[in-house]
């Protein structure tokens, strides 16, 4: 038997019995938990998720001075633990950044990513007024890390200024969207 909500005082009416029956007007109530035994419910809910962000400084430009790079990555380990994150590693270059972060299940990637671009951004231009023009490109990219592959991401992370000598970060990350079978049109992924 098929329910819909009639329209008197908001009630569960069963369709095709007249409104005149008796117990087709009586509300539904929610089903009981019967048979569940004492102890036997999750009463938590337990993740372990691992990301691997990756974004670009607007139009790819080298915005992050060499000499800022830790202070940049220290300052968005600090934020990702103030949104209940745990940074694993950060890194990058002058005009992208790597995190490998685990975020809380409550979180989703797209609102911590936000959260670290906009605040870090927020304290370029509050702490450094000659940087003035710092952003963070649109988009992003968040790939899911298995733990067992945690050490080898973190040690990608820790090799990015060796890497960028034979790979520009365009090609790095086309190359991450089809390491990942991310489809995608090239023609709309920068700015």
Known sequence: MRFFQGRRLGRFVARGVSHGDKDAQKPITKPRRG??????????????????????????????????????????????KNIDGHPITIGGTTNHAHLLVTLPGSTAISEGVGKIKSNLS??????????SGFAWQEGYGAFSVSRS????????IANQDKHHKTMTFQEEFLALLKKHDI?????????
């Open 149 to 156: 592959n945690i050490d080898a991401v973190t040690q990608y």
């Open 35 to 80: 048979g569940r035994k004492k102890g036997h419910r999750m009463a938590h809910t337990y993740t372990s998720l691992h990301y691997h962000c990756v974004f670009g400084t607007l139009g790819r430009k080298n915005l992050i001075p060499q000499d800022m790079l830790a202070r940049v990555h220290g300052y968005m380990g600090g934020i990702v």
């Open 122 to 131: 927020k304290w370029v231009h509050e702490k450094f007024p000659a940087m």
């Open 183 to 191: 489809e995608h049109d090239e023609r709309y992924i920068w700015d």
